[in-house]
């Protein structure tokens, strides 16, 4: 099925965008890597009046160290996130995460701020902001403004954009150098988007936990965060089985819904076992070995 006819611009520069997407309104959507808007289109999901590529807007593929955080452009495409470039190799989770976005094609083409933006409950760039109190860099052409990602996904599909606003950046928080990350993911192929995800980052101090943080994907409408489970975590020491115990005492803040890929009750088993295998990972990562 084609596309609904639309109109096209390419503008030169973030304030020619910003200055379309304010006069279309809701009329406008912009298109960054095209691995979501593009088959929304095809399918008919998405009708726009006017079609944004922001393609030549280099100032979006920056990436900057800022006091304490890495601030990612939003035309940074996962395979830069994959391969570490430059800045992004300070932030490990980032090369973890992006190489099981997708295919090879996928990810040469998607872009974080298109991932973020698009906002699907399953994929893995969510989860990870989530996971990182992470924030997102909002413009238009009244201003900037700075959303924390626990407030800009408020549904399937849905964020906290507003029309004639752009997501230029997302700024993520720096960890602590001994901190540890890992993600563990269950899909049904490779490349296909996670049944469930889980995201996990810890910070040991003596060999005890100093904080832990934990993200689901595919366990709701939005990136779910676990936190009884990081604060029962709090300074536990990590001997053996410790982790699978703490998951196994609580249920985990979530209430998934069944669908043709798997049950909600499944859903809620793969999401135990894969945060005690990611919280596992991390800490291993940040220097305690579990036995």
Known sequence: MPAA???YEAPATLADALDLLRERGEDARPLAGGQSLVPLLTLRLARPRLVVDLDRLHELRAVRRTPGALEVGALVRHRALERGEGLLALCPLLQEAAALIGNARVRALGTVGGSVAHADPAAELPAVLRALDGAVVLRSARGERVVDAGDFFVGM??????????LTAVRLPLPSPGAGFAVEEFSRRAG????????????L????VARARVALAGVGPVPARLDRLEAALRGERLESG????????????IDPEGDIHASAEYRRHLAAVLTARALERAAEAAGRAIV
């Open 157 to 166: 599909l849905t964020t906290a954009l507003a029309p004639g606003e752009l």
């Open 5 to 7: 006819p639309f109109d």
């Open 242 to 253: 410790a982790i699978r115990r703490a998951v196994a005492e609580r249920p985990l803040e």
């Open 205 to 208: 101090d003596g060999g005890a």
């Open 192 to 203: 296909d988007f996670a049944v469930v995800a889980a995201v996990a980052v810890v910070e």
